[in-house]
């Protein structure tokens, strides 16, 4: 899956968490912890694969059930323990990041290719071979018309309009980092 679907698929999941079982929509911490989460596997895994060469692919070790599971499961629990204010971030975490891992998942469950969703217990089930050359550009190379990503950006303009909804949570806080990276290069308060 893509970034933005990604995203959008993150988003759509824990505003409908929010609304359903917490009644309120989702906060701006929330809405950038989701965002965050949403992207971090790739984050992590395609670096460290792709340039680096630590890792055997770009889906290894952060897209893994059994690291993944109990990072969110440790997070939940130091929340908890901070108290009921901490506790809907560690949840937006963790449907940034197991939304992620599901997204990553999804073609291959469809076309019942099981062995391509190895990834999710690596390192207990070893990493699969990819065609593609291990680089950001080569898997942008790729992005091409299909189902899937006409069904990604059906999942984006449906994220956006219950963003649009939410009225629009983070996007002040993200639209102020460059006036307030500005008063510190200044020295303004």
Known sequence: MWPWGHLAMAY????????????HRPTAATALVVAVASQAPDLVDKPLAWTLSVLPTGRSLSHS????GPVVALLYSLARIRGEDEEPLAVAFAVG?????FGDALYSLVDL???????????????????VEQSFAAHFALIEPSPELYFEFLLAAAALVLWRSD???GLATV??????????????D
């Open 65 to 68: 059930l059994l690291v993944v």
């Open 12 to 23: 759509l999941v824990y505003s409908l968490y929010s609304r359903l079982r917490r009644g």
């Open 97 to 101: 990041a197991l939304t992620h891992l």
């Open 167 to 169: 009225g629009y949570p």
């Open 175 to 188: 639209a102020s980092w460059p006036v307030r990276a500005w008063r510190g290069v200044i020295g303004a």
């Open 113 to 131: 290719e099981f062995h391509h969703v190895g990834f999710l217990l690596w390192p207990a089930i070893p990493a699969a071979e990819y065609d």
